[in-house]
């Protein structure tokens, strides 16, 4: 039986919630349906792990934590996944992948609240809170947040 989206996603946000909380190093890879997560270790150098989250495969979010502590978000490497509707923008799973790390993340005040992954009225796809966004679609698929708990900071 396929798992719905909302159960994927929150197979995701509960990885990422125990790597918030018990650092990454605690994540060993494992995938439910589409959705696979995963603590990438580095062999050559001594910084924490980044959380991976892929979805068929492709990275579509690299949570990247603090050395001086593994359990602080440094930054996000937010990524499309290379999966388009017919207008290139992220495809409605991806979206719906991404909003519900994107809001464990907030809620966590790692990033402001209420950063999105959505369709504006005029039809792009955007990344970001209000009027701060940035392009998120075929031509744009990836986009860097830095962690700050207020304040929107793309790099």
């Known amino acids: 039986m396929a798992r719905s989206n909302r159960q994927l996603t929150q197979f995701a946000v509960d990885k990422l919630r125990q790597a918030m909380v018990y650092g990454p190093d605690t994540i060993s890879k494992t995938a439910q349906g589409n959705t696979e997560v995963e603590a990438e270790t580095c062999n050559h150098c001594d910084r924490p792990a980044p959380f991976v989250i892929r979805l068929y495969g492709k990275d579509i979010m690299r949570i990247f934590f603090s050395p001086i502590n593994p359990r602080v978000v440094a930054g996000v490497l937010i990524r499309t996944g290379d999966f388009y509707d017919s207008k290139g923008r992220p495809s409605r799973t991806t979206r719906e992948r991404l909003n519900g790390l994107l809001d464990a ?41 830095l962690a700050h708990p207020s304040d929107l900071v793309f790099s």
Not at 112 to 134: H, M, N, Q, W, Y
């Open 105 to 145: 993340l907030g809620t966590a005040k790692f990033i402001p609240e209420g950063v999105r992954v959505f369709i504006r009225e005029d039809g792009s796809c955007v990344l970001g809170k209000g009027d701060a966004c940035k392009a998120f679609d075929a031509g744009h698929p990836g986009a860097m947040l």
